[in-house]
Protein backbone atom coordinates (compact mmCIF):
# COMPACT_ATOMS: atom_id res chain seq x y z
CA UNK A 1 0.00 0.00 0.00
CA UNK A 2 1.25 3.70 -0.82
CA UNK A 3 1.48 5.52 2.44
CA UNK A 4 1.76 8.61 0.75
CA UNK A 5 -1.15 8.61 -1.41
CA UNK A 6 -3.21 11.72 -0.23
CA UNK A 7 -6.80 11.22 1.11
CA UNK A 8 -9.79 12.41 -1.64
CA UNK A 9 -11.49 15.01 0.56
CA UNK A 10 -14.66 16.42 -1.12
CA UNK A 11 -16.53 19.53 -0.54
CA UNK A 12 -20.24 18.70 -1.75
CA UNK A 13 -22.30 22.14 -2.61
CA UNK A 14 -25.99 20.90 -3.86
CA UNK A 15 -28.18 24.35 -4.84
CA UNK A 16 -31.12 22.49 -7.01
CA UNK A 17 -34.22 24.16 -5.52
CA UNK A 18 -34.85 25.57 -2.46
CA UNK A 19 -31.91 23.93 -0.45
CA UNK A 20 -28.92 25.53 -0.17
CA UNK A 21 -26.86 22.06 1.46
CA UNK A 22 -23.09 21.94 1.81
CA UNK A 23 -21.32 18.42 2.90
CA UNK A 24 -17.78 17.23 3.27
CA UNK A 25 -16.26 13.62 2.74
CA UNK A 26 -13.01 11.92 3.56
CA UNK A 27 -12.51 9.13 1.24
CA UNK A 28 -15.96 8.59 0.68
CA UNK A 29 -17.12 8.56 4.75
CA UNK A 30 -19.22 11.92 5.59
CA UNK A 31 -17.64 13.98 7.74
CA UNK A 32 -20.58 16.93 7.99
CA UNK A 33 -23.68 17.67 6.41
CA UNK A 34 -25.24 20.72 6.53
CA UNK A 35 -28.41 22.22 5.04
CA UNK A 36 -30.15 25.43 4.82
CA UNK A 37 -33.90 25.47 4.28
CA UNK A 38 -36.07 27.87 2.69
CA UNK A 39 -39.34 29.03 4.72
CA UNK A 40 -39.97 32.16 2.63
CA UNK A 41 -41.80 29.83 0.34
CA UNK A 42 -44.65 28.33 2.74
CA UNK A 43 -46.88 31.48 2.19
CA UNK A 44 -46.68 31.51 -1.64
CA UNK A 45 -47.87 27.56 -1.51
CA UNK A 46 -45.04 26.19 -4.01
CA UNK A 47 -41.33 27.29 -4.52
CA UNK A 48 -40.80 31.02 -6.00
CA UNK A 49 -37.76 30.72 -8.27
CA UNK A 50 -36.66 34.72 -7.86
CA UNK A 51 -37.13 34.34 -3.86
CA UNK A 52 -35.09 31.24 -3.87
CA UNK A 53 -31.93 32.12 -5.78
CA UNK A 54 -31.91 34.81 -3.42
CA UNK A 55 -32.10 32.63 -0.41
CA UNK A 56 -28.94 30.70 -2.16
CA UNK A 57 -27.42 33.64 -2.72
CA UNK A 58 -27.67 34.81 1.26
CA UNK A 59 -26.85 31.06 3.04
CA UNK A 60 -24.61 29.56 0.26
CA UNK A 61 -21.17 31.14 2.35
CA UNK A 62 -22.15 30.13 5.78
CA UNK A 63 -23.29 26.71 4.68
CA UNK A 64 -20.00 25.83 3.19
CA UNK A 65 -18.07 27.60 6.10
CA UNK A 66 -20.36 25.46 8.86
CA UNK A 67 -19.78 22.34 6.96
CA UNK A 68 -16.32 22.85 6.69
CA UNK A 69 -15.65 23.85 10.18
CA UNK A 70 -17.98 20.47 11.06
CA UNK A 71 -15.78 18.48 9.41
CA UNK A 72 -12.85 19.77 10.75
CA UNK A 73 -11.84 19.93 6.91
CA UNK A 74 -9.41 23.31 6.02
CA UNK A 75 -10.32 25.07 2.48
CA UNK A 76 -6.67 24.89 1.60
CA UNK A 77 -7.15 20.44 2.25
CA UNK A 78 -9.70 19.86 -0.13
CA UNK A 79 -8.60 17.82 -3.61
CA UNK A 80 -12.05 18.01 -5.44
CA UNK A 81 -14.95 20.19 -5.49
CA UNK A 82 -18.35 18.08 -6.32
CA UNK A 83 -21.24 20.42 -7.37
CA UNK A 84 -25.05 19.44 -9.20
CA UNK A 85 -24.98 20.78 -12.65
CA UNK A 86 -28.95 19.87 -12.99
CA UNK A 87 -31.65 19.73 -13.75
CA UNK A 88 -33.44 21.97 -11.30
CA UNK A 89 -34.20 25.92 -11.24
CA UNK A 90 -31.56 27.53 -13.12
CA UNK A 91 -31.62 30.85 -11.23
CA UNK A 92 -30.76 28.63 -8.41
CA UNK A 93 -28.63 26.35 -9.68
CA UNK A 94 -26.17 29.08 -10.90
CA UNK A 95 -25.60 29.90 -7.04
CA UNK A 96 -23.85 26.87 -6.16
CA UNK A 97 -22.13 26.12 -9.85
CA UNK A 98 -20.63 29.44 -9.90
CA UNK A 99 -19.54 29.62 -6.23
CA UNK A 100 -17.94 26.27 -6.94
CA UNK A 101 -16.42 27.20 -9.99
CA UNK A 102 -15.10 30.03 -7.86
CA UNK A 103 -13.62 28.30 -5.16
CA UNK A 104 -12.05 25.44 -7.33
CA UNK A 105 -10.46 28.32 -9.41
CA UNK A 106 -8.98 30.08 -6.01
CA UNK A 107 -7.59 26.95 -4.85
CA UNK A 108 -6.75 24.94 -8.23
CA UNK A 109 -8.51 21.88 -7.62
CA UNK A 110 -10.61 19.57 -9.82
CA UNK A 111 -14.13 20.28 -10.20
CA UNK A 112 -16.79 17.40 -9.88
CA UNK A 113 -20.15 17.89 -12.04
CA UNK A 114 -23.14 15.36 -10.72
CA UNK A 115 -26.56 15.31 -12.11
CA UNK A 116 -29.31 15.71 -9.21
CA UNK A 117 -31.38 12.72 -9.93
CA UNK A 118 -27.77 10.44 -10.53
CA UNK A 119 -26.98 12.01 -6.71
CA UNK A 120 -30.50 11.03 -5.44
CA UNK A 121 -29.73 6.78 -6.50
CA UNK A 122 -26.33 7.20 -4.67
CA UNK A 123 -27.62 7.70 -1.71
CA UNK A 124 -27.69 4.44 -0.51
CA UNK A 125 -23.99 4.51 -0.69
CA UNK A 126 -23.85 7.44 1.80
CA UNK A 127 -21.26 6.42 4.18
CA UNK A 128 -21.09 7.65 7.78
CA UNK A 129 -19.81 4.78 9.91
CA UNK A 130 -19.46 1.76 7.41
CA UNK A 131 -22.37 -0.60 8.87
CA UNK A 132 -24.47 0.62 6.54
CA UNK A 133 -26.19 -1.91 3.83
CA UNK A 134 -25.36 -0.96 0.18
CA UNK A 135 -27.32 -2.28 -2.97
CA UNK A 136 -25.21 -4.78 -4.82
CA UNK A 137 -25.37 -4.16 -9.01
CA UNK A 138 -27.73 -4.13 -10.80
CA UNK A 139 -30.59 -3.02 -8.74
CA UNK A 140 -33.80 -1.00 -9.76
CA UNK A 141 -34.39 2.30 -7.54
CA UNK A 142 -37.52 4.04 -7.50
CA UNK A 143 -36.62 8.15 -8.15
CA UNK A 144 -39.67 9.98 -6.92
CA UNK A 145 -39.50 13.47 -5.83
CA UNK A 146 -41.27 16.81 -6.23
CA UNK A 147 -39.61 16.91 -10.32
CA UNK A 148 -39.34 13.50 -11.23
CA UNK A 149 -40.68 9.95 -11.02
CA UNK A 150 -38.54 7.45 -12.47
CA UNK A 151 -37.48 3.68 -12.45
CA UNK A 152 -33.80 3.50 -13.03
CA UNK A 153 -31.75 0.81 -13.46
CA UNK A 154 -28.64 0.79 -11.38
CA UNK A 155 -26.10 -1.05 -13.06
CA UNK A 156 -22.75 0.59 -11.54
CA UNK A 157 -21.78 3.71 -9.67
CA UNK A 158 -21.81 5.90 -12.96
CA UNK A 159 -23.87 3.63 -15.20
CA UNK A 160 -27.82 4.05 -15.04
CA UNK A 161 -30.37 3.37 -17.21
CA UNK A 162 -33.48 5.33 -16.96
CA UNK A 163 -36.76 2.90 -17.72
CA UNK A 164 -39.64 4.47 -17.09
CA UNK A 165 -40.55 8.05 -16.00
CA UNK A 166 -43.79 10.20 -15.93
CA UNK A 167 -45.11 11.56 -19.34
CA UNK A 168 -46.45 15.01 -17.33
CA UNK A 169 -46.67 15.81 -13.46
CA UNK A 170 -44.13 13.87 -10.85
CA UNK A 171 -45.42 12.20 -7.50
CA UNK A 172 -44.54 14.42 -5.19
CA UNK A 173 -46.07 17.13 -7.38
CA UNK A 174 -49.04 15.48 -8.14
CA UNK A 175 -49.32 15.18 -4.26
CA UNK A 176 -48.45 18.84 -3.60
CA UNK A 177 -50.75 20.22 -5.77
CA UNK A 178 -53.83 17.97 -4.28
CA UNK A 179 -53.00 19.21 -0.79
CA UNK A 180 -52.71 22.52 -1.91
CA UNK A 181 -56.56 22.62 -2.89
CA UNK A 182 -57.52 21.16 0.09
CA UNK A 183 -55.42 24.58 1.42
CA UNK A 184 -52.83 22.27 3.30
CA UNK A 185 -50.03 24.63 2.76
CA UNK A 186 -46.76 23.40 1.09
CA UNK A 187 -45.36 21.10 0.62
CA UNK A 188 -47.98 19.08 1.29
CA UNK A 189 -46.37 15.49 0.97
CA UNK A 190 -45.46 15.63 4.58
CA UNK A 191 -49.11 16.63 5.78
CA UNK A 192 -51.14 14.02 3.61
CA UNK A 193 -48.54 12.22 5.32
CA UNK A 194 -49.54 12.62 8.88
CA UNK A 195 -53.32 13.07 7.99
CA UNK A 196 -53.43 9.67 5.70
CA UNK A 197 -52.04 7.73 9.24
CA UNK A 198 -55.86 8.59 10.44
CA UNK A 199 -57.42 8.00 7.42
CA UNK A 200 -59.28 5.31 5.62
CA UNK A 201 -56.80 4.82 2.07
CA UNK A 202 -60.26 3.15 0.59
CA UNK A 203 -63.03 5.82 1.41
CA UNK A 204 -62.59 7.42 -2.06
CA UNK A 205 -61.15 6.20 -5.39
CA UNK A 206 -59.46 8.62 -7.68
CA UNK A 207 -58.63 8.13 -11.66
CA UNK A 208 -55.43 5.57 -12.07
CA UNK A 209 -53.53 6.12 -15.32
CA UNK A 210 -53.22 2.89 -17.98
CA UNK A 211 -50.55 3.83 -20.08
CA UNK A 212 -47.93 1.18 -21.56
CA UNK A 213 -44.23 0.17 -20.28
CA UNK A 214 -42.98 1.15 -17.17
CA UNK A 215 -43.96 4.92 -17.57
CA UNK A 216 -45.55 7.24 -15.46
CA UNK A 217 -48.48 9.82 -15.44
CA UNK A 218 -50.49 11.38 -12.39
CA UNK A 219 -52.42 14.63 -14.15
CA UNK A 220 -55.54 12.42 -14.80
CA UNK A 221 -54.92 11.78 -10.94
CA UNK A 222 -54.65 15.06 -9.99
CA UNK A 223 -57.54 16.60 -12.34
CA UNK A 224 -60.03 13.42 -10.74
CA UNK A 225 -59.16 14.54 -7.66
CA UNK A 226 -60.10 18.34 -8.28
CA UNK A 227 -62.90 17.54 -9.67
CA UNK A 228 -64.69 15.12 -6.99
CA UNK A 229 -63.68 17.31 -4.28
CA UNK A 230 -65.23 20.54 -6.36
CA UNK A 231 -68.94 18.00 -6.06
CA UNK A 232 -68.64 16.82 -2.66
CA UNK A 233 -68.05 20.65 -1.78
CA UNK A 234 -71.11 21.52 -3.75
CA UNK A 235 -73.15 18.97 -0.96
CA UNK A 236 -71.29 20.43 1.94
CA UNK A 237 -69.21 23.28 2.32
CA UNK A 238 -66.89 21.69 5.02
CA UNK A 239 -66.26 18.61 2.99
CA UNK A 240 -62.13 18.96 3.44
CA UNK A 241 -62.63 19.68 7.11
CA UNK A 242 -64.74 16.80 7.93
CA UNK A 243 -63.13 14.61 5.72
CA UNK A 244 -59.23 15.18 5.38
CA UNK A 245 -58.00 12.24 6.91
CA UNK A 246 -59.62 10.07 4.58
CA UNK A 247 -58.75 12.17 1.76
CA UNK A 248 -55.46 12.31 2.49
CA UNK A 249 -55.15 8.56 3.11
CA UNK A 250 -57.32 7.96 -0.01
CA UNK A 251 -54.64 9.63 -2.37
CA UNK A 252 -51.89 8.51 -0.86
CA UNK A 253 -53.07 5.07 -1.50
CA UNK A 254 -53.77 6.07 -5.02
CA UNK A 255 -50.30 7.48 -5.58
CA UNK A 256 -48.59 4.65 -4.18
CA UNK A 257 -50.14 2.00 -6.01
CA UNK A 258 -49.78 3.75 -9.31
CA UNK A 259 -45.58 3.78 -8.36
CA UNK A 260 -45.76 -0.02 -7.42
CA UNK A 261 -47.35 -1.13 -10.10
CA UNK A 262 -45.15 -0.02 -12.75
CA UNK A 263 -42.43 -0.90 -10.25
CA UNK A 264 -43.60 -4.42 -9.81
CA UNK A 265 -43.69 -5.28 -13.60
CA UNK A 266 -40.09 -3.74 -13.87
CA UNK A 267 -39.01 -6.20 -11.30
CA UNK A 268 -40.93 -9.10 -12.68
CA UNK A 269 -39.25 -8.16 -16.33
CA UNK A 270 -35.31 -7.73 -15.27
CA UNK A 271 -36.04 -10.20 -12.70
CA UNK A 272 -34.20 -7.79 -10.62
CA UNK A 273 -34.89 -8.57 -6.73
CA UNK A 274 -32.69 -5.89 -5.41
CA UNK A 275 -35.06 -2.39 -5.01
CA UNK A 276 -34.44 0.95 -3.59
CA UNK A 277 -36.55 4.04 -3.42
CA UNK A 278 -34.81 7.41 -3.62
CA UNK A 279 -36.04 11.30 -3.40
CA UNK A 280 -38.46 13.31 -1.37
CA UNK A 281 -41.54 11.12 -1.57
CA UNK A 282 -39.98 8.05 -0.45
CA UNK A 283 -40.03 9.62 3.29
CA UNK A 284 -43.75 8.84 2.60
CA UNK A 285 -44.51 5.95 4.96
CA UNK A 286 -46.91 3.91 2.77
CA UNK A 287 -44.64 4.39 0.23
CA UNK A 288 -42.15 2.49 2.78
CA UNK A 289 -44.76 0.30 3.75
CA UNK A 290 -45.97 -0.81 0.25
CA UNK A 291 -41.85 -1.58 0.26
CA UNK A 292 -42.21 -3.45 3.13
CA UNK A 293 -45.13 -5.52 2.09
CA UNK A 294 -43.87 -6.50 -1.64
CA UNK A 295 -40.42 -7.42 0.59
CA UNK A 296 -42.43 -10.08 2.25
CA UNK A 297 -44.87 -10.90 -0.53
CA UNK A 298 -42.53 -11.09 -3.88
CA UNK A 299 -39.32 -11.50 -1.54
CA UNK A 300 -37.52 -8.47 -2.48
CA UNK A 301 -34.55 -7.46 -1.25
CA UNK A 302 -34.98 -3.40 -0.31
CA UNK A 303 -33.00 -0.49 0.46
CA UNK A 304 -35.03 2.57 1.62
CA UNK A 305 -33.11 5.80 2.79
CA UNK A 306 -32.11 7.34 6.14
CA UNK A 307 -35.29 10.02 6.28
CA UNK A 308 -32.52 13.32 6.25
CA UNK A 309 -31.55 11.55 2.68
CA UNK A 310 -34.37 11.20 1.07
CA UNK A 311 -35.27 15.37 0.54
CA UNK A 312 -32.49 17.16 -1.00
CA UNK A 313 -28.64 17.28 0.58
CA UNK A 314 -25.46 17.90 -0.38
CA UNK A 315 -24.49 13.87 0.79
CA UNK A 316 -25.57 12.61 -1.68
CA UNK A 317 -24.03 14.78 -4.08
CA UNK A 318 -20.13 14.56 -2.13
CA UNK A 319 -20.46 10.24 -2.26
CA UNK A 320 -21.69 10.59 -6.05
CA UNK A 321 -18.43 13.20 -6.85
CA UNK A 322 -16.58 11.13 -5.16
CA UNK A 323 -17.27 8.06 -7.15
CA UNK A 324 -16.65 10.02 -10.18
CA UNK A 325 -13.27 11.65 -9.04
CA UNK A 326 -12.12 8.15 -8.96
CA UNK A 327 -13.11 7.65 -12.32
CA UNK A 328 -11.11 10.69 -13.16
CA UNK A 329 -14.43 12.16 -14.45
CA UNK A 330 -13.51 15.57 -14.07
CA UNK A 331 -15.38 18.88 -15.23
CA UNK A 332 -14.56 21.79 -17.49
CA UNK A 333 -14.55 24.83 -15.94
CA UNK A 334 -17.14 26.13 -18.46
CA UNK A 335 -19.80 23.46 -18.38
CA UNK A 336 -22.96 25.91 -17.71
CA UNK A 337 -25.48 24.32 -15.16
CA UNK A 338 -28.77 23.02 -16.95
CA UNK A 339 -32.31 23.65 -15.85
CA UNK A 340 -33.77 20.07 -17.36
CA UNK A 341 -32.95 16.44 -18.52
CA UNK A 342 -32.08 16.25 -22.23
O1 LIG B 1 -36.43 15.26 -3.59
P1 LIG B 1 -37.11 16.49 -3.11
O2 LIG B 1 -36.70 17.06 -1.78
O3 LIG B 1 -36.99 17.68 -4.13
C1 LIG B 1 -36.97 17.52 -5.49
O4 LIG B 1 -35.83 17.32 -6.02
O5 LIG B 1 -38.05 17.56 -6.08
O6 LIG B 1 -38.67 16.15 -3.09
C2 LIG B 1 -39.65 17.06 -2.66
C3 LIG B 1 -41.00 16.37 -2.74
C4 LIG B 1 -42.16 17.31 -2.50
O7 LIG B 1 -43.12 17.09 -3.51
C5 LIG B 1 -42.68 16.88 -1.13
O8 LIG B 1 -44.05 17.11 -0.94
C6 LIG B 1 -42.38 15.41 -1.16
O9 LIG B 1 -41.10 15.32 -1.77
N1 LIG B 1 -42.37 14.80 0.18
C7 LIG B 1 -43.25 13.87 0.58
C8 LIG B 1 -42.95 13.58 1.93
N2 LIG B 1 -41.88 14.35 2.30
C9 LIG B 1 -41.54 15.09 1.20
N3 LIG B 1 -44.26 13.27 -0.08
C10 LIG B 1 -44.99 12.37 0.60
N4 LIG B 1 -44.77 12.05 1.89
C11 LIG B 1 -43.76 12.62 2.60
N5 LIG B 1 -43.54 12.29 3.87
Redesign the pocket.
Known amino acids: MDNHQKDIVILAIES??D?TSAAVLRDGILLSNVTASQAVHEQYGGVVPELASRAHEQNIVPVVDAALKRAGVEKEQLTAIAFTRGP?LMGSLLVGVNFAKGLALALGIPLVEVN?LQG?VLAHFIKENGDETAPPFPFLCLLV????SQIVKVNAYNDMEIIGQTIDD?A??A??KCSKVMGLGY????V??RLARQGNPEAYHFAKPNIPGYDYSFSGLKTSFLYSLRDWLKDDADFIEHHKEDLAASL?RTVVDILMKKLRMAVKDTCIKHVAVA???S???G?RNAFRDHAQRYGWTIYIPKFSY???NAAMIGIAGFFKYQDHDFCDINAPAFARVG
Open positions: SCDGHHSGGNAGEIDPGGPIDEGGVANNLTTD
